[in-house]
């Protein structure tokens, strides 16, 4: 075969190369979400955003109208008050945060129009304004009952914050264009005073001494004396002002003026508008979904007057071109403010305190109608300490237990209790081959000891002296037994199978049951003429208007790439089923063709594929609306709930193909600890005393640690390199720690784009695991992979080659005092410095020959260096070369050695100058010349590149 490349070739004897010692010390960083949480009037429900990539990480179901949402202190649980649209509504609806789950209902009864919502210092406790009874009252979460009432006597108890300074409550009056003040712990009135009709938004100074309230019918804020309770200074804020913030630090208030279509800033100590908040009239962003683009805002001129600026807004607004400013909330370290557009739907982000302050930065998308809005802090991200052993976890793991009294616990539990406790909690996340090998150990003892060992296998970073995948899956199971738990076997509903084996969902929707309408059905009924179209059309048994659903739920997950739908439905305990239709209790086809396409309709925007499934169910829809307007419609009768069938059974289709497809325990939060990228070479040679020395490259990409962590005050860069080899039983059968110190003032001068660190072992010959882990010790950040390692056995007799090894010359000073330099046959060389071979940098390959004398090598034996070339082939292309074992060879040359000792290294060195760049197989053969047979060969993969 043509050559396509020339390689150079130089030879070389040789001697070795070796090792040095390391570190260890940990202190690990779990992070928890900082999240959004709004209200979405239309759609019934709450939406739950991430701060960190602005997606939606949950939808909880509420009821009608959900309005004001109040976060605790703690961050680990919200309420939200639901108002009611066309019907009064009389409920709270409480979410548990740690989660982004529903809680519970609590039903207020007669308690009717809950709007303004506050945590008092007693978290269990809420101070809650009910617009249908005048009132204000307080209500205990626990119980879920009003524990007092008190009547004010003012219209439209609207909102309400909290006073901690003086224990007193300020409610804002719509009717009555007041504010209402509250002793707290008398819980009497105090006095109402009046600021000017419409009051409505209002908000107190982080200091406490201020109360501003805005009069949306007069267009003004008046600032009321927190110690006097008096009216001291009245500003103007046109635009019907609804709502209003304090910045943290007290020096801002950020005003929404619904009906101009911005956001006013007011300077608190000079007490004037400074600044607009406006969004573009093109809303060219609200297309973006989760954009976060940098100018995507703008800024209106302060010299334009409050006045003109208005009647500049309601011009574009009579055109629809405005989104109206309503709710607004902002982020406790005063880094962003978030406010919410009803008729546009969505959440703008507004920079508050880097260079595009006052701006709008990116939005958030809603697609329902945004009302409340609130920002909670999640400080349930800790550091957990660990000390030696499995010790000194923090209580943030709650009750969960290290592992090493986990096994205690386990091996000494009766069996009753090991099947309830234990083996139901782990058959979800076995395998299919791990569950039919389980469920063949006969005995207890021994199933015991096979969870151990399957939890020993996911630890990914077994250097770590914690199993944070035995730390992470222990809080999924603490969560199950919360939620998911029932009575019998096997003792776990189906949701809790699923989120042991995946975690918590990305999107999670709650259906809980009961009566229900199909809305084009009652449009359809209430003409006497479509009624009876309905009737022909299905032979005088139309479906059903309403009907009746079974509490259900639907989770979603995106995990790399396979996103799946899952549907629970509650039928004695919630079990997994393959179609959202059978949480319908109707059992006749016409009738789970309509009433599916409503489930549909409530959850459209979980995951993509019910998002299709809704756009199909709108344009059947509308095609029965449009045959509906003739009097002559003439539709087959199996057609209405033929196509929707059609439309749902593909739906059943695409979500049983992704279940089948999605692998088990991904995910798990310590994965986010793996925040360093690097790469391992490990070779393997013959040792002494029937042994393995295995030496392994470090390569260390120098811009993820260097650029991003050194501090100048620092004279180098610490750099600490741990492996860890295990057996099948996941017992430590080597373990070594050292430290690297890289020069500062060095590193800022190579050129070269690896930090490269060495070290080497012997090992007994077994099948086993090695992991690896680096940590910079400027910032504690960490890397580790794990890789399946079977160490050679070189100790008989048989002629063997150990593995390649790539080497280059110093080529001056700053590489020597940066990499380890090892003398071979008096040259004296460093690890190649490059993950790729470069063809600027030639490269001595290095590779020893085992018992060649006893094999009688006695004469001369031949060395062949071949380079093939590897390309991305077709599948035929690749199925054919197997076939034909060819390879495309690209360079090929032999020289011939004479034997003088039994072991023999061999050093090359080769020139890849005028070798193609691309990926390339590098074999060696070396073969006796007296006797062919005796032949063998290694080989390694390789990347040529400028």
């Known amino acids: 075969m043509k050559n396509k490349s020339r390689m150079k070739i130089c030879i070389f004897l040789s001697s070795i190369v070796l090792s040095f010692q390391i570190v260890y010390s940990t202190n690990a960083y779990l992070q928890s979400e900082n999240t959004l949480i709004v209200a979405d ?40 008050s639901n108002y009611g649209i066309m019907d009064y509504g009389s409920t709270l609806t409480v979410i548990d945060l740690e989660n982004y789950l529903y809680s519970k209902t609590i039903d207020l009864g007669e308690y009717s129009r809950p709007h303004g919502i506050v945590f008092l210092p007693d978290e269990n406790l809420l101070a809650v304004t009910l617009e249908g009874r005048r009132s204000l009252a307080l209500v205990d979460i626990d119980s879920g009952g009003i524990i007092r009432e008190l009547k004010t006597g003012q219209d439209i108890p609207h909102l309400i914050v909290l006073d901690e300074k003086h224990q007193r409550l300020f409610i804002s009056n719509i009717g009555s264009g007041t504010v209402s003040v509250v002793e707290l712990n008398s819980f009497t009135l105090l006095k109402n005073i009046f600021v ?62 619904i009906r101009s279509g911005y956001a006013s ?91 595009n302050k006052w701006k709008i930065t990116g939005i958030i998308q809603t697609r329902g109608n945004p009302d409340g809005i609130a920002y909670a802090t999640n400080i349930a991200a800790k550091t957990i300490g660990i000390d030696d052993g499995d010790q000194g976890i923090d209580s943030y793991w ?25 083996e139901s909690m782990f058959l979800p996340v076995f395998s299919g081959k791990e569950t039919d090998f389980y469920n063949n150990i006969p005995g207890y003892p021994e199933r015991k000891s096979f969870i151990l060992n399957y939890i020993r296998s996911q630890d990914e970073n077994p250097v770590f002296p914690v199993n944070y ?47 229900r309408r199909q809305e084009l059905l009652h449009k359809l009924y209430n003409s006497p003429e479509k009624l009876q179209m309905m009737r022909e059309l299905y032979n005088f048994s139309q479906p059903a208007a309403d009907f009746n659903v079974r509490p259900n739920e639907t989770w979603y997950y995106d995990r790399k790439g396979i996103q799946i739908v899952l549907h629970f439905v509650k039928d004695g305990y919630y079990k997994a089923v393959s179609s959202l239709s059978e949480a319908l209790i109707s059992k006749t086809e016409k009738n789970k063709a309509w009433h599916w396409m409503e489930l549909i309709k409530d959850r459209y925007d979980i995951a993509p594929s019910l998002l299709d499934a809704y756009s199909n169910i709108e344009l059947f829809e509308e095609s029965i609306s449009v045959k509906m307007q003739s009097s ?99 017992n430590t059968g080597y373990k070594s720690e050292s430290v690297h110190d890289f020069d500062n003032s060095i590193l800022e001068n190579i050129e070269y784009e690896y930090l490269i660190s060495e070290t080497s072992f012997n090992m007994t010959p077994i099948n086993s695991r090695i992991t690896c882990q680096i940590k910079d010790n400027t910032f504690e950040n960490y890397g580790f992979k794990q890789d399946k390692l079977t ?36 040259l004296k060389v460093v690890a190649y410095p490059f993950r790729v071979i470069k063809k600027s940098k030639p490269v001595f390959c290095y590779f020893e020959m085992y018992n060649m004398l006893q094999n ?91």
């Open 632 to 730: 002559n419609m003439r539709i087959s009768s199996h057609n209405p709930h033929y196509r929707v069938t059609e439309i749902r059974n593909r739906v059943d289709q695409t979500e049983r193909e992704a279940k089948r497809n999605i692998e088990q325990n991904i995910n798990l939060r310590y994965a986010e600890l793996n925040s360093i990228d690097f790469d391992t070479d490990i070779t393997q040679f013959k040792s002494e005393n029937n042994k393995t020395r295995i030496e392994i490259v470090f390569y260390i990409l120098k811009d993820d640690i260097l650029f991003d962590h050194i501090i100048p005050k620092e004279k180098s860069l610490k750099v600490e390199y741990t492996y860890i080899v295990q057996d099948s039983e996941f």
């Open 41 to 80: 009037r239309s759609e019934s429900s709450v939406k739950i955003f991430s701060i960190n990539t602005y997606k939606e990480i949950g939808n909880i179901k509420t009821d009608e109208g959900p309005n004001e949402i109040a976060v605790s202190n703690d961050g680990k649980k919200a309420v939200v």
């Open 398 to 422: 709650n009750n969960i237990r290290p592992f090493t009294e986990y096994s205690r616990e386990l091996n000494a539990i009766n069996n009753d209790d090991f099947v309830r406790e234990y």
């Open 791 to 826: 160490i050679n056995d070189f100790s008989g007799s048989k002629f063997m080659l150990s593995g390649l090894k790539f080497y280059m010359k110093p080529e001056d000073e700053i590489l020597k005092n940066i990499l380890q330099e090892s003398i071979i046959t008096d």
């Open 469 to 515: 995948w035995f730390l992470e899956f222990s809080t999924r199971i603490s969560h199950v037994k919360q939620e998911f738990l029932i009575d019998k076997p096997p003792f776990i509903d189906d949701r809790g199978k699923f989120y042991l084996k995946y975690g918590r969902p990305d999107k999670r929707f709650i259906d809980r049951g009961g009566l």
């Open 856 to 946: 009688r090598f006695e004469v001369l034996y031949d060395i062949e260096i071949i380079l093939f070339r590897k390309h991305n082939e077709s599948l035929m292309n690749r199925i054919g070369n197997i076939f034909s074992q060819e390879k495309e060879r690209n360079f090929g040359l032999v020289y011939q050695r004479q034997t003088t000792e039994n072991n023999s290294k061999e050093l090359v060195s080769l020139d890849f100058s005028d070798v193609e760049e691309g990926v390339y197989l590098l074999e060696i053969k070396v073969t006796d010349q007296i006797d062919k047979s005796r032949i063998k060969s290694i080989s390694k993969e390789i990347r040529v590149a400028k």
């Open 196 to 257: 000017g009709k419409g009051a409505e938004g209002i908000d107190i100074s982080p200091d406490g001494k201020e109360i501003w309230v805005t009069s949306r019918n007069e267009n003004s804020i008046s600032i009321i004396n927190s110690k006097t309770l008096k009216v001291e200074k009245k500003l103007k804020s046109e635009g019907y002002p609804v709502r209003l913030k304090f910045t943290p630090d007290g020096k801002h208030v950020l005003v929404s003026n």
């Open 265 to 355: 800033v007011f300077d608190t100590k000079k007490k004037r508008m400074i600044d607009f908040i406006v969004v573009d009239e093109s809303d060219v962003f609200v297309e973006k979904k989760y954009d976060i683009s940098k100018d995507t805002g703008g800024k209106v001129d302060i010299k334009v007057s409050s006045e003109k600026m208005v009647d500049i807004r309601l011009d574009l607004l009579k055109k629809g071109g405005v989104a109206l400013p309503f709710s607004i909330d902002i982020q406790p370290d005063g880094k962003n403010a978030y406010i919410s557009y009803r008729n546009k739907n969505f959440v703008s982000i507004v920079d508050l305190s880097g260079r």
